[in-house]
């Protein structure tokens, strides 16, 4: 008897995650990119100075904003389901400039020079990894052009 309930639980647990699964990954990702935006634009966020010592060339007054509204945009974006391929598009745009400490502030990002051993720096920007994989997961929903046929993964989605 007790493995059918354990059975129908986990059924159920699996309908669940396969039902609401990706639709809770979109608007989660939406609102941690609002969140992170808005203390940009607020002029509270913890990695300002991160930013501002990775794209030097550029001052921090303004583009530490413009970034903050970037991301707000991209989190209206997916929470909203909004424009998916223009967000998904800005997304990628985001996350690439994030990895840019890596390359060019590598004493920021790595102890002593060493690639396996981060900062907390370093340890923020390796977490966007599991951003991307978000991405791919959510850009996977996005419909097919009607000229590829329509057919096959991601013709369910939006656009």
Known sequence: MGGKVWRRLDQGMI??????GIHILRVCVGLV??????????????????????????PPEAFVP?????????GLGLLFAAA????LFLFWLQMAGTFLVLVLRPDIAFQHGNPL???TEG???????????????????????????????GTKGTD
Do not use: C, H
């Not at 309908?15 to 609401?20: H, K």
């Open 15 to 20: 309908w669940f995650m396969a039902t609401f």
């Open 123 to 153: 340890e923020f920007v390796i977490k966007n990894l599991v951003l991307i994989a978000a991405g791919l997961v959510v850009g996977g929903t996005v419909r097919r052009d009607r000229d590829a046929g329509g057919k096959g993964p």
């Open 84 to 87: 998916l391929r223009l967000t």
């Open 33 to 58: 990119f609002i969140w992170f935006g808005l203390l940009k634009v607020i002029g509270n966020s913890p990695v300002a100075a991160l930013v501002a010592q990775t794209v030097y060339w550029v």
């Open 117 to 119: 051993l981060l900062t």
């Open 66 to 74: 413009f970034l903050g509204v970037w991301e707000m945009l991209v």
